[in-house]
């Protein structure tokens, strides 16, 4: 009787790891960088290349920064959700990071389907996409006043995602 009774235990197990895991989103990676800082860096500003721009100028801020490219398909996915909150709503701070781009392809993509960012800064090496642990655009972080990454949203930005997570987290952080 012994010996039927571990073979049970050991699927039961098993098939209790597997319910576990079927209920997790695989989108949501779990970031080792939430809740510590965002890394410092200084980068050029898109649009005028010979002034730089870097967290510590938004310090006492909460902001979204946004990692995109020109080559991404799922950035155009997500765009359209962009450009239509920097029309409705002023409030957030969104700033890009565009991402192992050339900087001509960057401006023609922003200037043909809307620029959403107060500003988009170039990371054409991706070292600091490298230090933020990006693995794929579209990332979006959200960042608190003490320059604290408190979320990390992996994939587009769908309408959903902005209303039921992004805006009501920047809201309570004090956006």
Same mark, same amino acid.
């Given at each position: 009787?012994?010996? =039927? ?18 209920? &997790? ?12 800082? %965002? !890394?410092?860096? *200084? ?28 080559? #991404?398909?799922? #950035? ?15 409030? %957030?701070? %969104?700033? =890009? ?16 389907? =809307?620029?959403?960012?107060? *500003? ?9 996409? /490298? ?5 794929? %655009?579209?990332?979006?972080?959200? /960042?608190?006043?003490?320059?604290? /990454? ?17 805006? !009501? &987290? ?6």
């Amino acid at each position: 009787m012994r010996k =039927g009774v571990v073979p049970i235990a050991v699927f039961g197990v098993l098939i209790a790891f597997l319910a576990i895991g079927l209920t &997790l989103n695989p989108r949501e990676l779990p970031s080792p960088l939430v809740n510590k800082p %965002v !890394p410092a860096f *200084e980068l050029p500003q898109l649009n005028a290349p010979q002034q730089t721009f870097g967290p510590k100028d938004l310090r006492g801020k909460v902001w979204m920064l946004n990692v995109w490219a020109s080559w #991404c398909v799922a #950035c155009r996915v997500e765009h359209p959700v962009l450009v239509e909150l920097s029309k409705t709503d002023k409030s %957030v701070l %969104v700033y =890009g990071l565009n991402y192992k781009d050339k900087r001509e392809d960057a401006l023609q993509w922003l200037a043909r389907f =809307g620029n959403p960012y107060t *500003e988009s800064l170039s990371d054409t090496q991706g070292t600091v996409g /490298i230090d933020l642990g990006v693995y794929g %655009v579209p990332e979006t972080f959200i /960042i608190d006043k003490e320059g604290v /990454i408190r979320h990390k949203q992996i994939g587009p930005i769908t309408p959903e995602v902005l209303r039921d997570t992004i805006l !009501p &987290l920047m809201r309570k952080l004090g956006a």
